[in-house]
């Protein structure tokens, strides 16, 4: 990803997600996210998929053609699936995204390891290929789970749930960790225990209050933009924007962080 950040000049993720469509007129999302990405893709290093287009338009014959229309146009392509399951149905939605195409895939890390992440980490090592751990999501709800204390069964010290989480992407080799840029404060607590070895994914800019600039400032890597970008009059003309200011935003937090 970083090498795509750089070539691209962009660590703008597109989070490409249509409001719903009547299912008999689902085949019009193919055309309009065709054409979207016609506008933005020389704005961005990735597109984030989410169920918003998997369950309209399906794997192999659906969104595969526009991971394929992402590639081509030098972008990287995540699936945005939260994998939640055991390891043995887990192995199967990972061999299906990575067989589609998918470069990484989001997964939660409330199940755990054995028998949890474990499968998703082994396929994505054999293929080469990425997985990114939530740690602690943008919406306000977030404290009741990633925000909970909990013991740590290691040490049986008090820790937050996110931090336990953060700590788990640094072992796991994670590709990635999600903290919501509506928590700037949490970004800089995770980017402590992450460093540069994990980069930050960071959703929430604009349509949820997060601004590109605090989730920068406080340690992000790449910003995860919807709505702002999708339902903008022009959408192109908004990414370009926002990869600007995300672009300015970067060089002062590099001094500041540095
Ligand atoms: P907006 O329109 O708010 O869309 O820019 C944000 C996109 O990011 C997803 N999202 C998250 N994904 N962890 C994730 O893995 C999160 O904490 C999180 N918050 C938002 C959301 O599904 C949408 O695609």
Redesign the pocket.
């Known amino acids: 990803m970083a090498e795509t950040e750089k070539k691209k000049e962009s660590n703008i993720v597109l989070?490409?997600?249509f409001p719903f469509e009547k299912p008999e007129n689902r085949k019009n999302l193919f055309s309009r996210a065709e054409r979207l990405l016609g506008d933005v893709h020389p704005y961005l290093c990735a597109v984030?998929f989410?169920h918003?287009l998997v369950l309209p338009m399906g794997t192999f014959d659906g969104v595969h053609k526009l991971v394929k229309m992402a590639h081509d146009e030098g972008l990287m392509a995540i699936m945005?699936c939260?994998v939640n399951d055991i390891g043995s149905t887990n192995q199967v939605i990972a061999e299906y995204y990575y067989a589609a195409g998918f470069d990484a895939l989001?997964a939660n890390p409330f199940i755990g390891w054995e028998e949890g992440l474990k499968p998703i980490f082994d396929i994505a090592s054999r293929l080469h290929r990425g997985v990114?751990l939530?740690v602690?999501?943008?919406?306000k709800a977030?404290e009741e789970g990633y925000g909970q204390t909990i013991f740590d069964p290691e040490t049986g010290e008090k820790l937050s749930q996110y931090v336990s989480f953060a700590k788990k992407a640094l072992k796991y080799n994670a590709d990635g960790a999600?903290?919501?840029a509506t928590y700037p404060e949490k970004i800089r607590e995770v980017h402590e225990i992450l460093g540069e070895k994990v980069p930050i994914?960071s959703?929430?800019?604009?349509?949820?209050g997060g601004t590109a600039q605090a989730a920068l400032m406080a340690g992000a890597t790449y910003l995860?933009?919807?709505?702002?970008?999708?339902?903008a009059e022009n959408p192109g003309e908004t990414a370009k924007k926002t990869r600007d200011s995300a672009k300015s935003a970067k060089r002062s937090s590099l001094t500041h962080l540095s």
């Open positions: 989070a490409l997600d984030k989410n918003h945005d939260k989001i990114i939530l602690y999501m943008s919406h977030a999600v903290v919501g994914y959703p929430g800019i604009g349509a949820q995860i933009v919807g709505r702002e970008i999708m339902l």
